[in-house]
């Protein structure tokens, strides 16, 4: 019999006044049971518009199915034929606005939680399965891909199930990419991360870390070692800024500095000597999930006071409502219809406030939201001792420049066939924020299986 409750089964968190001050997972996981209630939820539309909603097409009504039957090992070899990630998947997509925004259960009331049984199903198989992926026999062909995110990720272990003899060249000196120096442990452990990656090892995939493309070796050095085809899955990891006055005082950090050196380098781990400020009032400039992300890491660094500064209003900011939610219940102040003027320092050159004005809603820009426009006269300051720009990435211009005739837009985005993902180069495909410019998790896993797919077509055909 299905469950006709109009409502998911909650969640259990840490309670906010304690996980504001760990690191510890915000969300501890449903129990079988819970999944068992959850799954019966589902009614298995005959035309499945959950699936159409997922980027890489999780078999969603078959998976939750065996969820509901306490068969969750089956499941989550029903998830993996099209997921490599699905633990990630489970914690850091957003579900409401892809599969879980086209549940029919959500037309009157809340859709099913197709999240939360994907991360059951992973972690389920984690803690109880001992069997290991095999790796398929080699057809002798290699492939670069360069960048271990999850964009790359995923186009390395679909190629790999093919036969394909797949190596990775990751920048930093661990794989993960955006899932290792982005994501804050308290939302995506990197234990589970490390997993994820040894999985698509045991597939054949051979990653090799501190490997700059476009200074150690370029694209076409790859192809003279032999690499038949490359994806370019680097990534948008070079942050923007305000170019406001002050942004070169001390204090001043872009949110891709702070997070790395908050979770790549473990900055929250008293064994660890990572340089960063110990602040006891920051200013987070921005209403994404990287704001967010960077608000709650600061309060969990010891931050009294923990500023949201987002020039539109509560109802415009693109973070997920869930980011939202928690950062609200963990003590973040948020000042909405607030935007910087200019940051002022005090006598040793260090961060002292951040002048700030109000603003009010004008007519929708270019991107449909309505234009924040200045209130002359409103300004004021915030005292802060820290402040961190969380206003988008691009991304690095290292591989473009070094690569003669691969084309890019004027954001300096890989321009590519969005159909097949290759670029302007034969033989070179292109994938993730490295084409779209920073977006989700599971966006980037999609482009990288379209690319894997167009890929083996291409070596099949040479």
Known sequence: MPNMSPTKVPMPEQEPDVRNK?????????????????????????????????????????????VAAGEFEEAYKIITTTNGLPAVCGRVCPQESQCEGKCVRGIKGESVSIGRLERFCADYHMANSTE???????????????????????????????????TVFEAFHTAGGVLVYGIPEFRLPKAIVKKEIENLEALGVEIQTNMVIGKVLSIDELFDMGYKACFVG???????????????????????????????????????????IKSK????VGGGNVAMDAARCAKRLGAE??????????????????????????????????????????????????ECIEMELGEPDA?????????????????????IMSIGTSPNPLIRSTTPGLETNRHGCLIVNEETMQTSREGVYAGGDAVTGAATVILAMGAGKQAAKSIDEYLSNS
């Open 305 to 354: 006071t923990v500023y949201i500064v987002y020039r539109r209003g509560m109802e415009e900011m693109p973070a997920r409502k869930e980011e939202i939610h928690h950062a609200m219940e963990e003590g973040i102040i948020f000042k909405n219809l607030t935007n910087p003027v200019k940051i002022l320092p005090d006598e040793n050159g260090r961060v002292r406030a951040m």
């Open 281 to 284: 009032a920051v200013a987070v």
């Open 132 to 166: 290991k992926a095999q790796k398929p026999e080699s057809n002798g062909i290699k492939v670069a891909v360069i960048g271990a995110g999850p964009s790359g990720l995923t186009c390395a272990g679909d190629l790999a199930k093919k036969g394909y003899e797949v």
């Open 22 to 66: 760990n690191f510890l997972e915000v969300a501890k996981g449903y129990t079988a049971d819970m999944a068992k209630e959850e799954a019966a939820r589902c009614l298995n539309c005959k035309h499945k518009p959950c699936v159409g909603g997922c980027p890489v097409n999780v078999r969603i009504p078959e998976f939750i199915e065996k």
């Open 234 to 276: 680097s990534g948008a990891g070079l942050p923007s800024f305000m170019k406001i006055e002050g942004e070169e005082l001390i204090g001043v950090y872009s949110a891709n500095e702070y997070l790395t050196r908050t979770n790549l380098m473990k900055a929250y781990l008293e064994d660890y000597d990572t340089p960063i």
């Open 367 to 387: 991107s449909g939201r309505r234009r924040p426009i200045a209130k002359e006269g409103s300004n004021f300051e915030l005292p802060v001792d820290t402040v």
